[in-house]
């Protein structure tokens, strides 16, 4: 059975808004009390929320709380737009939805007190932890940086 997007929200949701660590290793322990297709459907269901994230309107905002020397925005690396999507999906659902129609929602996640990183990890902690082996797993959306070939429409392929 498929984990629907509503179970997914509803998971998501247990954070409370925040992808800290704390909150990513309950979720990961909850999760891995459950049957290991449901660990596999919140993989699935995470990587597709973050793939669809991976847009250049996100990717090139600049970094809401720096600014280079000179006073310039400070671009986003390719690993900090990564965990600024994850603190987006750790927001919940409707901030995910709303950042679609209107990108400057998204710019306070890429802030440096947003850090979402420790969420990439639950469905591998998840996993463990109801088997006992680490999981070499792929999903069908990659969520690394530029791998959303139509949300790059500018990038060079």
């Given at each position: ?64 709380d720096l600014t280079l020397r000179d006073g310039e925005p400070f ?83």
């Amino acid at each position: 059975m498929v984990m629907t997007w509503a179970d997914f929200w509803a998971w998501i949701g247990t954070l409370d808004g925040r992808a800290d660590e704390a909150g990513c290793g309950r979720l990961a322990a909850e999760l891995s009390k459950r049957p290991v297709s449901d660990i596999q459907g919140f993989a699935e269901r995470l990587a597709e929320a973050l793939y669809r994230l991976d847009q250049e309107k996100f990717g090139t905002l600049p970094v809401a709380d720096l600014t280079l020397r000179d006073g310039e925005p400070f671009p986003q690396s390719a690993d900090s737009f990564l965990y600024a999507r994850c603190a987006v999906v750790a927001a919940g659902r409707s901030v995910w939805e709303s950042v679609f129609f209107d990108v400057g929602r998204f710019a306070p996640y890429t802030a440096s007190t947003h850090d979402g990183e420790f969420l990439l990890y639950v469905p591998d902690q998840a996993y463990e932890l109801a088997t006992g082996r680490e999981w070499d797993r792929s999903t069908r959306h990659c969520v690394e940086t530029f791998s959303n070939r139509d949300g790059w429409p500018h990038q060079p392929a």
